[in-house]
Nanobody, 126 residues
Framework: QVQAVESGGGLVQAGGSLRLSCAAS????????MGWFRQAPGKAREFVAA????????FYAEFVEGRFTISREKSKNTMYLQMNSLKPEDTAVYYC???????????????????WGQGTQVTVSS
């Protein structure tokens, strides 16, 4: 079993920045592919960004448009999402997702991930 805990959400004005963190725990010395998704009220959960354990390849949704950067600290099994130039439409609950299979599954697919955090609220005011 893996636990994923997000932190770093909050209220920010448009154009501001936030950094989200996700710490994965439960299996020592285990590698994970990880991703960020978000869900706005009344909308489906959507892919934001992902990062591979092996090689550190990164993937982004088109709407990120170079504003967000995903990274990780392997020694701590922690992933980050640096979000700059935030827009009101970025308002959503952001979820951390963990894929322990290391099977190079589609990082943009919800079904790839076995474990999910509880989410952290990001609110961007105009």
């Amino acid at each position: 079993q893996v636990q994923a805990v997000e932190s770093g959400g909050g209220l920010v004005q448009a154009g501001g920045s936030l950094r989200l963190s996700c710490a994965a725990s439960g299996r020592p010395f285990r590698a994970y592919d990880m991703g960020w998704f978000r869900q706005a009220p009344g909308k489906a959960r959507e892919f934001v960004a992902a990062i591979r354990w092996s090689g550190g390849s990164t993937f982004y949704a088109e709407f990120v448009e170079g504003r967000f950067t995903i990274s990780r600290e392997k020694s701590k099994n922690t992933m980050y999402l640096q979000m700059n130039s935030l827009k009101p439409e970025d308002t959503a609950v952001y979820y951390c997702a963990v894929d322990s299979s290391l099977s190079n599954n589609n990082p943009r697919s919800l079904g790839t991930y076995e474990y999910w955090g509880q989410g952290t609220q990001v609110t961007v005011s105009s």
